[in-house]
């Protein structure tokens, strides 16, 4: 009797041991997620793909807010907006100007958008590269949409779309009397509905197609 007992002990303590084990590999996650932990001093991201990569913070330099999603991590300081790439294991800013103002930010799996009262912001997740684009002197951002690989900024002006594949933002203008209705889309593309028109923007072109 006592061998089975000793036996069964050793099994169950083997067990035990192996779900203990088990547990910080589970804890992982997958895929690219990515989370960004701010601190006093510094901005760390954490991925899947390894360890924390951090970015030193300047004096006088306070994060504002920060967030993740997919492969991308994304940051807003007192004087500067982080976007962080989880395949390149890397961050990389974009300088704002004194006067400059952030309003809204959108963050997808693969790309950053963000506009100010000066300009607009685009982050490539997969190149690890911020664009921008400068606003007119009367032109306002009204709406900032995204799925999948690709996103548009809306303005009382134009709308400029932006992806993951093509470089630059992409605009096109509205006319004096034109107005948006409803914007749309889905993983490869961005649909504009306006009083007269149609327009897509597709996440490979580099251009809008107007449909009528």
């Not at 990389?92 to 912001?121: D, K, T, Y």
């Not at 009382?156 to 630059?168: D, I, K, Q, V």
Request: no cysteine; proline share 3%; charged share 15%.
């Amino acid at each position: 009797m006592r061998r089975p007992t000793l036996l069964a002990l050793l099994v169950t303590t083997m067990a035990t041991g192996s779900l203990l084990m088990a547990v910080p590999s589970q804890s992982q996650g997958g895929g690219g997620q990515v989370t960004v932990t701010p601190t006093a001093v510094k901005v760390i991201a954490w991925s899947a793909a390894g360890g924390g990569v951090e970015e030193s913070l300047e004096p006088g330099e306070s994060v504002i807010t920060s967030g993740a999603r997919g492969h991308t991590g994304f940051v807003q300081t007192s004087s500067r907006l982080l976007g962080f790439s989880a395949g390149l294991r890397q961050w990389r800013e974009v300088s704002m100007g004194v006067e400059e103002r952030i309003g809204r930010h959108q963050v997808l799996p693969f790309l950053i958008l963000a506009h100010s009262n000066q300009q607009v912001f685009g982050f490539q997740e997969t190149r690890g590269h911020w664009t921008t684009v400068s606003l007119g002197p009367n032109e306002i951002v009204s709406q900032l949409r995204g799925h999948g690989l690709v996103a548009v900024a809306v303005t009382n002006e134009r709308a400029l779309g932006f992806s993951t594949y093509t470089g630059g933002f992409f605009g096109i203008d509205w006319t004096p009397h034109e107005r948006v209705l409803a914007v749309d889309g889905s993983q490869n593309g961005m649909v504009v509905r306006t009083s007269s028109r149609t327009v897509i923007f597709k996440s490979q072109s580099t251009g809008w197609t107007e449909v009528r």
